[in-house]
């Protein structure tokens, strides 16, 4: 089965620039994740969406982040206005919850590097 | 919320030796999953080995094998047979088997396997 898509792979943008990614998750999840991984860290969940509604969004700065997930398929994350501490690798992953062989793991995509300058 | 916490930023390892790396975590629920990822550079974090919390045996997958202590909210995973293309960050990872299905993730641990 195809994995979980990204785009882009890498962003460079100025401070008080706006920026989106966008993730494609595997056929027939319903819970789509997006981390953010800055550098030597590990991945902290920003926001959880089970089909198109948000489940967990506590860790997502709302002054300048948001997230949408259309038809509980695809989703976007954008920053606006982004700041230089917002440089890092933006991961989305999915998971089939709450049914499936393998419902408890989640599969994740490339990532999108960003560089806030 | 849940801990996750990993206290070797760093490891190295001989080739075709043995490595441990350690985990540790705060839950206070009773059954959950734990999870072992690698991330090698610059590449795409994926799954190594995966725990039920209510299996008391210990998983293994080919040379990686889990030390599973839930009395002691432990779960440190065994690398046998070191190669090469081991090296990367190791992360460990939390998942309520009730709560809304959210990862908690520890701090990784960097690997790195000395020919």
């Known amino acids: 089965e195809a994995g979980v898509a990204q785009s882009p792979r890498y962003k460079i943008i100025e401070k008080r620039q706006s920026v989106a990614f966008w993730c494609n998750p595997i056929?027939?999840?319903?819970?789509l994740y997006w981390y953010q991984q800055i550098l030597g860290q590990g991945p902290k969940l920003l926001i959880q969406?089970?089909?198109?509604?948000?489940?967990?969004d506590s860790q997502l700065p709302k002054d300048r982040f948001s997230a949408e997930r259309l038809k509980g398929v695809d989703s976007t994350l954008k920053i606006q206005p982004a700041k230089l501490e917002d440089s890092a690798v933006y991961l989305c992953?999915?998971?089939?919850?709450?049914?499936?062989?393998?419902?408890?793991?989640?599969?994740f995509g490339p990532g999108t590097r960003l560089t806030v300058t | 919320a849940q801990t996750v916490t990993q206290s070797q930023p760093e490891m190295s390892v001989q080739e075709a030796e043995t490595v441990t790396l350690s985990c540790t975590y705060d839950?206070?629920?009773?059954?959950?999953?734990l999870f072992w990822y690698k991330q090698p550079p610059s590449r795409q974090m994926i799954l190594v080995i995966r725990?039920?919390?209510?299996?008391?045996q210990n998983a293994t997958e080919n040379r990686f094998s889990v030390n599973f202590q839930k009395a002691a909210k432990s779960f440190s995973l065994k690398i046998s047979d070191s190669q090469l293309g081991d090296a990367a960050m190791y992360f460990c990872?939390?998942?309520?088997?009730?709560?809304?299905?959210?990862?908690?993730f520890g701090t990784g641990t960097s690997l790195t396997v000395i020919p």
């Open positions: 990872a939390y998942r309520s088997a009730f709560t809304g299905n959210q990862f908690y």
């Open positions: 056929s027939g999840h319903a819970t």
């Open positions: 839950t206070s629920e009773s059954d959950y999953y």
């Open positions: 969406f089970q089909n198109n509604g948000v489940v967990d």
């Open positions: 725990q039920e919390a209510y299996k008391q």
């Open positions: 992953a999915s998971s089939s919850f709450p049914s499936g062989q393998n419902s408890y793991e989640q599969y």
